[in-house]
Every structure is written in C-alpha cells, then in structure tokens.
C-alpha cells in the first residue's frame, strides 16, 4: 500500500517504517449509484489526496442463487423489480472496469475492487488489481479466503458482521498462504451509529494480531471517527465517498462528499505527524520556553562555604542564571558547599563538591 512519506513497495502491507510510522493507504469507495460519473469521482478522490479508488465487482449468477435475484425488491433505491434488475443496472461490465482501471492510472490513483465472488476476483486478478479488497460479508467465507490468498496478492479483509473466533480463523487462513495482509474493523450498517463503532476493537485486533496492520472501515457520518482510528493506530481508511448524499442509493447518506473526504485526508496526515516518536525528552523547539520559564535550584538562606546541605536550606524558581536542574534538588542533600551562596540566589553545579 502506498503512504505519502515511505518508498517502499507501495503493495507491501507489512513493511516497517520505523519509529514514526504512517498511515498506509487512504481508500475512498464508489457508493452504488448510476447518477454518479465514476471516472470523474476517481479524479475527485484523486485531487482529494486519496491513495485508492475502489469499487465493487459481482459476476451475479455467481454472487447469488436463482431466488435472491427473483425476489421483489420496492425499495425507494431500487433500479428494478427484483433484485437481480436491480443489480444488473448497478454492475459494470468487464470492459467498463478496464477503461475505469486506465482512467485511474492516467490520474495517478490505485485502482481496485471488492471481489464479491471467486469469479469476480479472478477478473480481478486478470487485470492485475494492486490488492484485494475482502467485503466483510465475504469475511467467513473460508474457501474463498483461501483460493484468494494463493493468489499472492496483497488482501485488505473487513470484519463487519464477524466475531472475534471468526477474525481469528480469518487470520489463520490468510497468514497459511499469504503475509501480506490486512484486518479492518466495520461495523456494517449504514449509516452506522457511533455507539456501533467499537473502535476499541481496533487496539483489540493489534494485540490479537501484532505482525499485520490494522485499519478501519467507517461507514458513520463525518470525519471525527475516522481520525480517531487513526489516533488508535489504524494503518488503513477505507470511506464511502459520493459527488452528492441526496442522490438515490442507501450508501450515499454514509458516504463522504469531496470537501469531506478532502478534510477528512488533511486531519489525518496532521495526526501522522503528530503520531511523532515515542521516546519522551525534551525537544529543540522547547528550549526558548525552557530557557525563560524553566526552573532550577536556588538558596532559601545564606549558605556558607563548607555547610552540609539540608532540604530546607534550598528551593525551587525561575532564577537568573539557571542553576541545577530542579528535578535533581533530592540529590544535593548532603552535597558540601565549595562556595558561599547569597539567599535567593542560584545554586550553580560548581558551588557543591561533587
């Protein structure tokens, strides 16, 4: 996967980026809507500072049984009688997604899909996707994991609608043929309530899972939860996006639009670089605070040369010079005076014997 400060493979899930690390890969979803023009939401993504446009790939005949898509469907998004018609109208052909897979790469954005079958996959596969993209209804469905983790590929697998025995299993089928992957906590509903969010899971699955990254797949509105995950470590953001949340279609209402999803990318790689390091000290840019606020050690009496110093002989303020370090005060009990010390005075390391 790609990240805007690494230059390692950008398919590699797994690679170590030290001690601050990055958040790997930004990825926006095409909501299911025929009002949107989808080479031009790939550029809007794009122009977004997005890492991915991704879509959804079905062969239907495959994806469903023969009733599921006989069924009535009235619902206010339907673009059919039944669901199959319904379907039929949203998918894309194989030919649309080539000339899609080429308009992204002409606009310089990784171009993928959720393969929704094991036939849509090795469509996938056929033109040559930078990872796969595992829908969490897919999550459990173990001999599909598994022919698409033989494949080589990188996988980015969602977790909605699983539980913790059902990711570990996820994990384990993965990991026997294929390292380079990655576990996204979801909650699917949409829009998804923030009380259904568990973000916590997030920080659950690294420990579960520490040698592989961990993401999130937001289907809530707005962009506060988002950038909480990745506060929480999440390495990857997937998030609806949409030209337009009244446009026909349930996702669009949980989706982003453009000035969203722009906003969205700019907190979080503020918050990458916030992540900063782990190691706790003091850093050049609080030296000129340090220097005026800063305190150190100071005489509470006159101490003559030669007196064994006591606690109460000494305090603590912002002194001119800065003597000793406030926090080593404990440690100059029972230190020697080399020098006498007015009251109120600094306390300097060449005053006491060391």
């Given amino acids: 996967m790609t990240t805007p400060h690494g230059t390692k493979d950008k398919t590699d899930l797994n690679r170590d ?3 601050h690390e990055t958040i790997g890969q930004v990825i926006g ?25 991704k879509f959804q790939k079905s062969e239907l005949e495959v994806r469903f049984n023969k009733k599921a898509l006989e069924r009535p469907y009235t619902s206010k998004n339907s673009w059919g009688k039944t669901y199959g018609e319904h379907k ?17 790469a002409e606009v310089g954005i990784f171009f993928t899909a959720s393969g929704m079958d094991e036939m849509a996959v ?24 598994e022919k698409t983790a033989k494949k080589g590929r990188p996988m980015v697998v969602s977790s ?32 998804l309530d923030p009380k259904a969010v568990n973000l916590r899971v997030i920080m659950e699955f690294q420990k579960e899972f520490p040698d592989i990254p961990i993401g999130y797949s937001g289907h809530e509105t707005g962009i506060s939860i988002s950038v909480a995950a990745v506060a929480l470590g999440a390495k990857v953001i997937e998030r609806h996006v949409t030209l337009d949340k009244t446009w026909k279609g349930s996702d669009h209402g949980a989706s982003l639009e453009p000035a969203e999803l722009a906003e969205l990318i700019r907190s979080i790689r503020l918050v990458e670089t916030a992540m900063g390091s782990s190691i706790k000290q003091m850093l ?42 406030a926090g080593d005060i404990f440690q100059l009990v029972g230190k020697t005076m080399t020098q006498e010390v007015e009251e109120d005075e600094s306390v300097l390391p060449n005053m006491v014997d060391n």
């Fill in 17 to 19: 980026e030290g001690e």
């Fill in 29 to 53: 979803k095409t909501g299911n809507s025929e009002n949107l023009p989808d080479a031009f939401s790939a550029n809007r993504r794009h122009d977004c500072g997005a890492d991915c446009a």
């Fill in 88 to 104: 039929r109208h949203l998918e894309f052909s194989h030919e649309q997604y080539r000339e899609l897979q080429k308009y992204a």
């Fill in 122 to 145: 090795e469509f996938l596969h056929e033109i040559n996707v930078p990872f796969f993209k595992v829908a969490s209804a897919d999550a459990n469905n173990f001999p599909y994991l």
């Fill in 160 to 191: 909605g609608m699983q539980s913790m025995e059902t990711i570990r299993q996820v994990y384990k089928t993965v990991k026997q043929h294929n390292e380079n992957f990655t576990i996204l906590q979801c909650t699917s509903t949409y829009p």
């Fill in 284 to 325: 050049p840019c609080e030296k000129v605070c340090h220097g005026k606020l800063g305190k150190s050690v100071v005489a509470k009496v006159k101490i003559p040369k030669g007196t064994v110093l006591t606690l109460g002989m000494l305090g603590v303020k912002v002194a001119e010079p800065m003597g000793i370090p």
